[in-house]
């Protein structure tokens, strides 16, 4: 338990896990009273405008969780799937199911063979971070990558779109199975801001050529086709973990993602991948001897801080920008010295201790009063302020930020 003055809870996980499957167009079942769907819909804004599945709640009362639902969420759930036919369903766990030992993965499964649709269960509770549930979502498609065929290798999807030609079927299909495949991993609208930003980068790997795959497949892959990839693009810091794991299993190589890959090609980019650095594009540079002209402190997702704290460096002579962030990966922290946050306090004495001019947060965390005095960047995020600020969103973009921590440096110099 942390009590805070100025912050509000951040998303929780059951958020991280939904943004995700929403966007490989799963059927969502929310496991709650009503009030947990009702946060990921209306409070926390990352699913698209355009989504045309609903989103499903279980609206369990009080004596549910006393009594017992399991075999009424089963027969319910599975004659919703009956009528909607998804490809794909998921059960999200919330604070209840979780306190009354819901077994949700076995739920899924009954579920899946009764309905005859894929059916996964995410053992969310609520009381964990937004990148956490990612991560458990990931976790369980790399379960049904591995169940997948071993006939399912990078050359495979090849193979069989030269099939498909020696027989004549210039299809669509074929032609993009014969396309290398990037893994997106890490990409979701929390760390990016909306589905758009999420859509811009999957157009930027199809117009260099490849076919984004994400997990679970969505429109452009099946889940299995995670172990056909040449290489992985990494969105945030929730996906790092999966990405080593198709880097340990199936020899997969990865990149950290920052806006400064659109200035390369896919190619460019899985050569870079392919040399063993995946935070190339996140080192900042080192400032010149002496005294910094400005001190810059970034506070995002991790990877986030640290594509920008790596172009301001780049881009602003003399300057020093650390980073920190809520929402770490451990690895990453050591390779990059992030600075590791935990609670509303450690912020406040971070910022106590006067180590910096500039001070580039989510809005929310500008409130805090050890803020007074510093030169202020506003960069909304999701998993800190929800939708709270959408209408600055011209205002948030990432050249838009970095434009006006490289004025607030200038400013001072």
Same mark, same amino acid.
């Given at each position: 338990?942390?009590?805070?003055?100025?912050?509000?809870? &951040? +998303?929780?996980?059951?958020?991280?896990?939904?943004?995700?499957?929403?966007?490989?167009?799963?059927?969502?079942?929310?496991?709650?009273?009503?009030?947990?769907?009702?946060?990921?819909?209306?409070?926390?804004?990352?699913?698209?405008?355009?989504?045309?599945?609903?989103?499903?709640?279980?609206?369990?009362?009080?004596?549910?969780?006393?009594?017992?639902?399991?075999?009424?969420?089963?027969?319910?759930?599975?004659?919703?799937?009956? *009528?909607?036919?998804? *490809?794909?369903?998921?059960? $999200?766990?919330?604070?209840?199911?979780?306190?009354?030992?819901?077994?949700?993965?076995?739920?899924?499964?009954?579920?899946?063979?009764?309905?005859?649709?894929?059916?996964?269960?995410?053992?969310?509770?609520?009381? +964990?971070?937004?990148?956490?549930?990612?991560?458990?979502?990931?976790?369980?498609?790399?379960?049904?990558?591995?169940?997948?065929?071993?006939?399912?290798?990078?050359?495979?999807?090849?193979?069989?779109?030269?099939?498909?030609?020696?027989?004549?079927?210039?299809?669509?299909?074929?032609?993009?199975?014969?396309?290398? *495949?990037? =893994?997106?991993?890490?990409?979701?609208? &929390?760390?990016?801001?909306?589905?758009?930003?999420?859509?811009?980068?999957?157009? &930027?790997?199809?117009?260099?050529?490849?076919?984004?795959?994400?997990?679970?497949?969505?429109?452009?892959?099946?889940?299995?086709?995670?172990?056909?990839?040449?290489?992985?693009?990494?969105?945030?810091?929730?996906?790092?973990?999966? =990405?080593?794991?198709?880097?340990?299993?199936?020899?997969?190589?990865?990149?950290?993602?920052?806006?400064?890959? &659109?200035?390369?090609?896919?190619?460019? $980019? =899985?050569?870079? =991948?392919?040399?063993?650095?995946?935070?190339?594009?996140?080192?900042?540079?080192?400032?010149?001897?002496?005294?910094?002209?400005?001190?810059?402190?970034?506070?995002?997702?991790?990877?986030?801080?640290?594509?920008?704290?790596?172009?301001?460096?780049?881009?602003?002579?003399?300057?020093?920008?650390?980073?920190?962030?809520?929402?770490?990966?451990?690895?990453?922290?050591?390779?990059?010295?992030?600075?590791?946050?935990?609670?509303?306090?450690?912020?406040?004495?971070?910022?106590?201790?006067? +180590?910096?001019?500039?001070?580039?947060?989510?809005?929310?965390?500008?409130?805090?009063?050890?803020?007074?005095?510093?030169?202020?960047?506003?960069?909304?995020?999701?998993?800190?302020?929800?939708?709270?600020?959408?209408?600055?969103?011209?205002?948030?973009?990432?050249?838009?930020?970095?434009?006006?921590?490289?004025? +607030?440096?200038?400013?001072?110099?």
């Amino acid at each position: 338990m942390q009590l805070s003055r100025f912050l509000p809870p &951040f +998303a929780s996980d059951y958020s991280g896990a939904a943004s995700v499957l929403s966007g490989c167009d799963a059927q969502l079942v929310f496991v709650d009273p009503g009030c947990c769907s009702y946060s990921f819909l209306e409070a926390e804004g990352v699913r698209s405008d355009d989504a045309e599945r609903p989103v499903l709640s279980a609206h369990l009362r009080t004596v549910d969780t006393v009594l017992g639902a399991d075999e009424a969420l089963t027969c319910q759930v599975s004659a919703a799937l009956r *009528r909607s036919r998804p *490809r794909l369903a998921a059960l $999200l766990g919330t604070p209840v199911p979780s306190l009354v030992g819901m077994d949700l993965p076995g739920l899924a499964r009954q579920i899946a063979a009764e309905a005859a649709v894929p059916v996964v269960g995410i053992e969310t509770d609520g009381f +964990a971070g937004y990148d956490v549930g990612v991560r458990r979502v990931y976790e369980a498609a790399l379960r049904l990558c591995d169940a997948s065929s071993p006939q399912h290798d990078r050359g495979s999807r090849q193979a069989g779109a030269a099939s498909g030609r020696q027989s004549g079927t210039d299809d669509s299909a074929a032609r993009d199975a014969s396309k290398p *495949r990037a =893994a997106l991993v890490g990409f979701n609208p &929390f760390d990016f801001g909306s589905s758009e930003a999420v859509r811009a980068v999957m157009r &930027f790997v199809e117009d260099g050529g490849w076919t984004p795959t994400l997990p679970f497949g969505a429109e452009h892959a099946e889940a299995e086709d995670l172990a056909c990839c040449k290489v992985a693009l990494v969105g945030s810091e929730s996906g790092l973990e999966l =990405a080593r794991a198709l880097e340990a299993r199936f020899d997969i190589p990865f990149l950290c993602w920052s806006p400064a890959c &659109f200035g390369h090609d896919m190619g460019e $980019l =899985a050569a870079i =991948a392919a040399k063993g650095d995946p935070y190339a594009f996140l080192t900042a540079s080192s400032c010149a001897c002496g005294e910094p002209s400005a001190r810059v402190l970034v506070v995002a997702e991790q990877l986030s801080a640290h594509a920008l704290a790596h172009e301001v460096a780049r881009r602003a002579h003399g300057v020093s920008v650390a980073t920190a962030s809520f929402f770490t990966d451990e690895r990453a922290t050591r390779r990059l010295g992030t600075i590791e946050l935990d609670s509303e306090e450690r912020l406040a004495a971070l910022l106590a201790q006067g +180590a910096c001019d500039v001070l580039v947060a989510d809005p929310l965390l500008l409130r805090l009063p050890e803020a007074r005095g510093m030169a202020v960047v506003p960069w909304p995020h999701r998993a800190v302020s929800g939708k709270l600020y959408d209408r600055c969103s011209d205002k948030s973009g990432w050249e838009s930020v970095c434009a006006q921590t490289l004025n +607030a440096c200038a400013r001072l110099a």
